[in-house]
Structure formats: C-alpha cells, structure tokens
C-alpha cells in the first residue's frame, strides 16, 4: 500500500566515493521500493560519479545523475536542481555522508507524513557514526533528541530531511545564503501554517571528516546566514564566549559516557569548540552586504 506513492531521494556529494559505497548498499535493503535517486555532483574528482554511473548501469537503480559545476556550487543551488527533477510527492535530502540505520529508514519517512495533512516538513534523527569527533557528537545529542514530536520552531536540517514536492515548488531554497538554507525553507513552511515533525525513528549516523579549518569555516558560514535569516538572533562576544565555556564543560563530563574515540582527549576537545567558537564569531561579525568567498562553500 505504502509503496504506491512515489519517493525521491536528492543527494548532493562532493569527493566522497568510499561514504558512497556505505550509503548505496543500504538504499538497496530499503523495504520501501518505490524510490528514486537524483545525484548531484559539484566537481568530485575521486571517482564519486564514476561509481554512481555504474551503479546506474550495472544494478538498474533507478538514479538520475546531475552536475552542477565546482564554481556554481552553493547548498540551495544544488537541492533545487535536484528537486526540480525529482518525480516524487515526498522528497527526502539525504548527504552522502549520512546512513540510515534502519531497511525502514523511508518507509518511515512516508508514515510520519500520513500523521497530518498539514505536515510540509519532516526531518529525521542524526546520531554520530563512530569515526565522528567526540564534540561533533555531542552537538548532535544536542540537536537531534530520542523522541518524536511535532515543533514550532524553524530548525530544520538537510543531511537528514524531507518534504513535499509540492510545498518546494511554492518557495525554493535560498541559492544566495552561506548555509542553513534548510532553516530559511522551515520558516517558510510555518508562515505557510504547515508543520514540522521531528522524527526520532527516520534516523541516520552522521559522518563528519572535518579538518579543524573546515570546522571554523563551515561555524563561520552558518553564523553568517543565521543572521540574514534571523536578524535579531545575533550573539555577541560575551554570549558566545559564555557558550563555548559551557560546551568545554559539558564534553568533558560526558566523555566517559561515549562511544566515539575519536577527538575525544581534552586537546581535541578545545580545538573543536575553538574552532566552533571562533568560526560563529568571525560569522556574526562579518558584512552582511559583503560578498561570500566561494571558497566556503567547497566542503561537504
């Protein structure tokens, strides 16, 4: 019954071929059937789309490949291009360094969507995959809780997301921002007077392989969005340096009660949250009328 409605799957990748091989082996032991793959490329040149266009030919998934080029690349750009292909009434955005960690992982996708007519947006659970530095695992506790509920608040997340085809077509994402363009779309959805449902069951680990730089970056351009976006939601330097305190004590007491090994010392620990700290705040401070350097957009 289920499996009349049709599913699309966007997923953007850059460089990312050994997380491929994970993710498309366990697309194919999905008991939902009735899905589609739109694969969007911004440049890889590891043999990301080589495997792709295999899998196409040898196994008949049923993928569409599209490019986008290096230089054109931002995050809402690439989502559009996909969701202007996708056949589906539901579209999930899944990164290609996100794995879902149940064969039900669409299947569940569709039945959050039947809870309510109203439903626009549902977006799913983000556990760290065990090669995930430690703090990133703790923002993601932090973030992404163990139980379901509908929100009314805009934050909204793409590594692990969907929508309805048809709520997209009415306010595409913004191509312009730095980031969070997933957190613009939900502000939109709840002017709309859709909902949003967070569900706990649609879970996926997340693999984060940052070097320390792309940490600060990707802080900085997130900071730098959540201020167009929202504002009046600006931190200033005493807020955030209040913040970052507070994130240094939190890890170090929970780190004996964690899993991940990686990152995980109390060095690790202070270059993470320095980072995180330094990239939001370069972020806020910097112009909003200011041109983005591209360069922050060349990252996962």
Not at 61 to 70: E, G, W
Not at 111 to 134: C, L, M, P, W
Not at 184 to 194: G, Q, S, T
Not at 218 to 226: P, V
Request: glycine content about 4%; some cysteine; overall charge positive.
């Amino acid at each position: 019954m289920l499996n009349s409605l049709k599913v699309s799957i966007v997923i953007r990748c850059l460089n990312e071929l050994a997380n491929l091989k994970n993710l498309f082996v366990l697309l194919k032991k999905q008991t939902f059937t009735n899905f589609e793959i739109i694969f969007v490329d911004s440049g890889s040149d590891d043999g990301s789309l080589q495997f792709v266009e295999k899998l196409k030919e040898d196994e008949y998934l049923d993928i569409t490949i599209l490019s986008i080029k290096k230089e054109e690349f931002t995050f809402g750009r690439s989502l559009n291009i996909g969701f202007k292909e996708a056949k589906g009434k539901i579209i999930i955005s899944l990164s290609a360094h996100c794995f879902p960690t149940s064969n039900e992982w669409i299947e569940q996708y569709v039945k959050d969507f039947n809870r309510s007519d109203k439903i626009g947006i549902v977006y799913g659970r983000q556990i760290a995959h065990e090669n995930t530095k430690f703090s990133e695992e703790s923002v993601l506790k932090k973030l992404f809780l163990n139980k379901s509920s509908f929100q009314n608040h805009s934050f909204n997340n793409n590594g692990n997301s969907a929508t309805l085809k048809s709520l997209w077509s009415l306010y595409n994402f913004d191509e312009d921002l730095s980031g969070l363009e997933d957190i613009d779309y939900a502000k939109f959805v709840l002017k709309n007077e859709n909902e949003i449902y967070y569900s706990a069951e649609a879970c996926v680990e997340h693999y984060h392989d940052e070097s320390y730089s792309q940490i600060r970056n990707r802080y900085k351009r997130e900071a730098f969005a959540l201020k167009i976006i929202y504002p009046k939601k600006k931190k200033n330097l005493f807020q955030l340096f209040t913040m970052f305190l507070k994130d240094i004590i939190y890890d170090l007491k929970n780190k004996k009660f964690s899993n991940v090994n990686n990152g995980k010392n109390n060095i690790d620990i202070f270059r993470y949250r320095f980072n995180q700290f330094i990239g939001t705040y370069r972020g806020y401070k910097k112009n909003i009328y200011e041109k983005y350097e591209k360069k922050y957009f060349y990252l996962r």
